[in-house]
């Protein structure tokens, strides 16, 4: 719940109680003054309480949850009830969830518990037993990791054609005031219901070993993780030391249609590997590109420039419309704007002007300084025949306010610092 919404709410609602206090017909008959004290009362209760609760970071739903369980006489179910005394200081329930995770039209309880900022979760169902009995399944990331460091959210959708809805918990980042529209996750985790669970007798006795809920999916990048549903595919970002210099390591995930999974298929505890890894701009490019404030930037920038189809790797760019000879020297005797121009593209690494697909796997860079000269270094693979990976080394120069590719050096023993 973003509790800035409500404490908005309230001022809205203060602000009317207000205008409706001038008006003096607006009651009529009624005692206007007596019901206005009462509910300013009530408005300014509402006002002053989601204000403190915005302030000291404090969570309310745990205390609701423990004035309905009293009210309802101890018969209700209460899960913080049943944290032992001894983990009652530092586990506690965060969110319970009624969401049919098994496709049998009745809605499971779905509880997630905290440990610190850590942030895991349980489905609760009652599909055994005469009576009923009330059976947690876990779900278990691989390598019994958390869901989240922070705040978390909760969708259902088809990763495959089955007509089980698998689940989808997103982790975010410590948010005291609850997730904002447009939030970028940093962590991802798919869950599917297991095919193969034996229905049985239902007066067995119920089990999770096997686990009932697998994961299909884990996923982190510091600098968000995405999910496209049209194409299945999982975009992670992580941000690591390029940081500095506004790149970030970009990785695809294809889901392996036939596992209907992203682990591996060996070792089901580790992520397949990634269709594509490359480096690139974060969380955007410049939008002068040709401004860049950094040297390895538009030496990355020069690159995608000669793509000319648009894919998942580097050439993801190639709508923007650049043209590579921006980034060179605008000295006509700049060995590398002589090499370009005369249609020199293996000079540069490049099987012609234009490359398919191009992924970089590093860049580094050495002294930025204006009116100073800089050196990039920049592994890479295009779709030349050969497929091999090079790595070039420029000199620029940082001119009327642009740092400009000059000429192609040497490779020595020494390398650059990352960005």
Known sequence: MDYRAVFAFFVVLTLILYWMR???????????????????TLVFLGTIGSF??????????????????IMGGTELVNYGASIPPNLTDTVNVKDVMRIDTDNDSFDEWMVFYGQDSQISAVIYDNDRGNPPVIYPY???PPNNDYLSDGDYAVSQDYLTSDNIRDIFIKGYPNMPFGIPIGSQATDLTIFRLRDEIPTGNPLDPPSDNPSRYVPVGRFHGDGGVTIDMGSKNV????????DRSQLALRQVYVLDSEKKSYMDRSDPTKLGQPS?????????????????????????????????TTKDDL?????????AKEFLSLDSDAEATKEYNAGNFGYFGLPSATVSSLVVSSLNFSGEQPDQMSMVDITFVTNSPDQQIQTARYLLRFSENKWKIVQRVKLEAATLGQP
């Open 52 to 69: 403190a609760v915005m302030m000291f970071d404090f969570d309310p739903r745990p205390l609701m949850r423990q004035l309905g369980y």
């Open 22 to 40: 001038s008006k003096t017909n607006f009651f009529g008959f009624i005692n206007r003054q007596a019901i206005m004290g009462v509910i300013s």
């Open 138 to 140: 876990s779900l278990r």
């Open 315 to 323: 050439c993801r760019h190639a709508d923007q419309g650049w043209n």
């Open 276 to 308: 594509v890894t490359t480096l690139d701009f974060y969380p955007d490019p410049p939008s002068e590109i040709v401004n860049a404030p950094f040297p390895e930037q538009v030496v990355l920038a020069f690159y995608a420039a000669s793509c000319f």
């Open 235 to 242: 975009t992670v970002i992580t941000k690591g030391s390029y």
